[in-house]
């Protein structure tokens, strides 16, 4: 009896402690799952507030962009502005060296304070961002856009996209105002100008203007609609 007794006692107390060992268990995974779910409450709260400041972002760019558009061509329709407007504010994303200013200020200039993109210059040049045919057909390849005729450039989402491309890379290798210089008279014309220490006699009489012109619109852009 005694033995069965002390048998009874250690299964009673091994039972009590598998007991204690599974409730444990469960405890501390409570705990781990409560512990996951209070981390992926933060994270999402901090995915939607970083969501909320890019939503903030864009829309304030947006509508400053659609401002400057309506300054100099208010008779644009407002769906083609909208559209004109996102893709500026995408070039600006895509091209960190390119805000949305800088780009503003080119177009301003580029079709001669117009904003319409079927502006064709004196020598060919097509649109807001004044592309040359053959110059098109080559940024077209580097995009990977299929290039069917110089009338793409009237397109102003197909002109600014290809425009941007071409004053990134301008902008990348000289810097804003020798990328200017690139943009307006040539990769060549600009090298020399910047190892002449910007000597303006190394630059057309166009470039000579056209530099500091879209810098002062630029200076200009920065504080726009600003009280």
């Known amino acids: 009896m005694r033995i069965k007794y002390s048998i009874s006692i250690l299964f009673g107390a091994l039972l009590i402690i598998l007991v204690m060992v599974v409730v444990s268990f469960a405890v501390i995974e409570s705990k781990s799952s409560q512990e996951k779910y209070i ?36 008779e644009m329709n407002d769906s083609q502005r909208v559209d004109i407007a996102n893709e500026i504010y995408e070039m600006s994303v895509k091209y960190p ?12 200039h580029e079709s001669a304070n117009t904003w319409d993109p ?18 098109g057909e080559y940024l077209a390849a580097e995009e ?7 009338k793409m450039l009237n397109d102003p989402l197909i002109n600014i ?4 491309r071409y004053l990134n890379e301008m902008v990348t290798m000289y810097d804003h105002d020798g990328g200017l210089a690139a943009y307006n008279a040539g990769p060549r ?26 810098l002062k619109l630029y200076a200009e852009f920065q504080t726009f609609g600003e009280m």
């Not at 060296?97 to 301003?108: G, K, P, R, V, W």
């Open 161 to 164: 996209r290809l425009g941007c």
């Open 189 to 214: 014309i600009a090298r020399l100008w910047l190892a002449s220490n910007k000597n303006d006699n190394i630059l057309w009489k166009e470039t000579r203007g056209y530099v500091p012109a879209i």
């Open 39 to 74: 981390s992926d409450i933060s994270k999402s709260i901090i995915i939607h507030e970083s969501m909320a400041q890019v939503d903030q972002e864009r829309s304030k760019s947006v509508n400053k962009i659609l401002d400057i558009i309506e300054k100099y061509n208010n």
């Open 97 to 108: 060296n390119l805000n949305i200013d800088f780009i503003a200020a080119t177009i301003t």
């Open 144 to 150: 990977g856009i299929e290039w069917t005729s110089s």
């Open 118 to 135: 079927q502006v064709v210059s004196r020598v060919g040049a097509m649109g807001l961002m004044q592309i040359m045919p053959s110059t």
